[in-house]
């Protein structure tokens, strides 16, 4: 009788998780992401952390990652200040400025636009109530797979000193499809609070 063939257990690499993840997202079509990005609205508008939240930082979407931009402006009509993501010129870590109907945009070393307004009006994490992330791949343990460059890691890693004020919110969006199974978390991985999707919100 021969040998019963050895089974491969490893578990996917992170970079294979990105790549697969990113390919899924990126064959939504146009309605789809349509669709996905309002349903998105509706469910994180009815979201305590939402609705509680004056200063919320978003994000652009690109990639085929879910577009928040209907929820901007659902916070723009409530009155809400609503941030994006900027590279701080000195460090690999994020800062977040003021944006709105008006804003005008250059684009940063990874081509990715950022309102213009003076450093002096950029706040730091710590000032956010939520924090909307984009994401390539999550698990319903909050773990979160991004794009590889850790900025969101390090901009938020003062929240692993912090036990009982944890400001802000931390939020991901991302299509149902992202979702995976169980992601090996990092020691400078910052967990997830929810992960919204179109069809459903996950409390991790």
């Known amino acids: 009788?021969?040998?019963?063939?050895?089974?491969?257990?490893?578990?996917?690499?992170?970079a294979d998780i990105r790549q697969l993840?990113?390919?899924?997202?990126?064959?939504?079509?146009?309605?789809?992401?349509?669709?996905?990005?309002?349903?998105?609205?509706?469910?994180?508008?009815?979201?305590?952390?939402?609705?509680?939240?004056q200063h919320i930082a978003c994000y652009l979407a690109n990639d085929g990652e879910i577009d928040p931009h209907q929820l901007i402006e659902h916070a723009w009509f409530a009155k809400k200040n609503v941030y994006l993501p900027v590279l701080s010129p000195?460090?690999?870590s994020l800062y977040f400025a003021p944006y709105d109907e008006n804003s005008?945009?250059?684009h940063n070393r990874f081509n990715i636009a950022e309102p213009i307004c003076q450093p002096s009006d950029w706040i730091k994490a710590s000032q956010l109530d939520l924090l909307?992330?984009?994401?390539?791949?999550?698990?319903?343990?909050g773990n979160r797979v991004g794009m590889g460059g850790g900025f969101y890691d390090r901009t938020l890693a003062y929240l692993q000193h912090r036990r009982y004020?944890?400001?802000?919110?931390?939020?991901g969006l991302a299509h149902e499809i992202q979702k995976t199974d169980h992601l090996q978390s990092q020691s400078w991985d910052i967990p997830l609070d929810h992960i919204v999707t179109e069809k459903q919100q996950y409390r991790t």
């Not at 009788?1 to 992170?14: A, E, K, R, V």
């Not at 990126?26 to 609705?51: E, K, P």
């Not at 004020?165 to 939020?171: A, D, I």
């Open 21 to 53: 993840k990113r390919s899924q997202r990126q064959t939504l079509s146009v309605d789809a992401q349509q669709q996905h990005s309002t349903t998105l609205c509706q469910n994180i508008s009815r979201h305590r952390s939402y609705r509680y939240s």
């Open 1 to 14: 009788m021969p040998d019963n063939p050895t089974i491969n257990h490893s578990q996917p690499s992170i």
């Open 165 to 171: 004020w944890r400001k802000p919110v931390l939020m």
């Open 132 to 141: 909307l992330l984009p994401l390539v791949a999550f698990d319903t343990d």
């Open 104 to 106: 005008r945009f250059k």
């Open 90 to 92: 000195i460090k690999d």
